[in-house]
């Protein structure tokens, strides 16, 4: 039996999904002191039985802050997804249906917004306002409204005119129901997962750009993917296991969320067909 690319595609990047889902969940129940983690008698330790990963410049070990240095992003990356799908949905089923000045002021904020550079503008946001990851999900998530809702909006006006759509408004149906229901939940949730899966990689690849760059993002001692590569930019001689696992997981999490938001859509446009 032949598996078409896609299909191993999908479960590649799915597992990946799935595996930084579970992690993110188990770091948020783990404990874990920076300050009591520091052994100088084990500094940048190479792979070994005891530390399946080495160990830093300052003896931590570098799988358990690989683990814990999924909360940075795993609550915020939901949380920018979840508003971004949420808040772009419903204004994409609107000004899909809709008409009349209401609709054409909401489509005009939602092009504007669409404008803002989003890194930029959450750089800029970090300078006037005292920043944080959860701060920073949120203006992602809503910087990714106006293209969630665009994509849900050309979708209503495409299916406006299909012959079930019109059999339910002969029979009674609210407009309520039939955006929400018929056409959001059983005609859009492909786009929809893939945008989210879009934004939680946005957050993740903020989240650690900013980390690494120390102003913004999650500062020491606590982890961060980010830092943690950064970290080793002042240690001479550090050797490649300290660097090389976050730097390796932040490449493979953004490609298989990306991978995976892309041919979850693309299965889903099929099955729809």
């Given at each position: ?13 799915g ?158 149906f ?29 957050v ?47 490449v493979?999490?953004i ?17 729809l067909?």
């Amino acid at each position: 039996m032949t598996v078409k690319w896609s299909d191993l595609g999908l479960r590649l990047s799915g597992a990946v999904v799935i595996a930084v889902m579970v992690v993110g969940l188990v770091a948020l129940v783990i404990p874990y002191d920076p300050a009591d983690a520091v052994s100088y008698d084990a500094l940048l330790k190479p792979p070994s039985a005891a530390h399946w990963l080495g160990t830093d410049g300052q003896g931590r070990d570098v799988l358990m802050r690989l683990v814990k240095g999924t909360e940075a992003f795993f609550l915020p990356g939901l949380m920018g997804g979840l508003i971004a799908v949420v808040l772009g949905g419903l204004a994409g089923a609107y000004t899909g249906y809709a008409s009349g000045p209401l609709r054409s002021a909401l489509v005009g904020l939602l092009q504007l917004v669409d404008t803002l550079p989003r890194l930029v503008f959450i750089i800029l946001l970090c300078t006037i306002r005292n920043p944080s990851i959860p701060l920073i999900a949120v203006v992602a998530g809503l910087l990714f409204v106006p293209t969630v809702a665009t994509v849900v909006r050309r979708k209503v006006e495409a299916l406006g005119s299909e012959d079930y759509i019109l059999a339910h408004i002969a029979h009674g149906f609210t407009p309520t129901r039939i955006l929400l229901h018929h056409i959001l939940w059983l005609q859009c949730w492909p786009l929809l997962v893939r945008q989210a899966a879009f934004v939680f990689g946005y957050v993740l690849f903020v989240e650690t750009g900013l980390s690494y760059l120390g102003d913004y993002g999650v500062q020491e001692p606590d982890p961060s993917w980010g830092n943690m590569v950064a970290q080793v930019k002042d240690l001479a001689g550090a050797g490649a296991w300290p660097w090389l696992a976050p730097a390796v997981a932040i490449v493979v999490t953004i490609a298989a969320f990306l991978a995976f938001g892309n041919l979850v859509a693309r299965k889903g446009e099929e099955a729809l067909r």
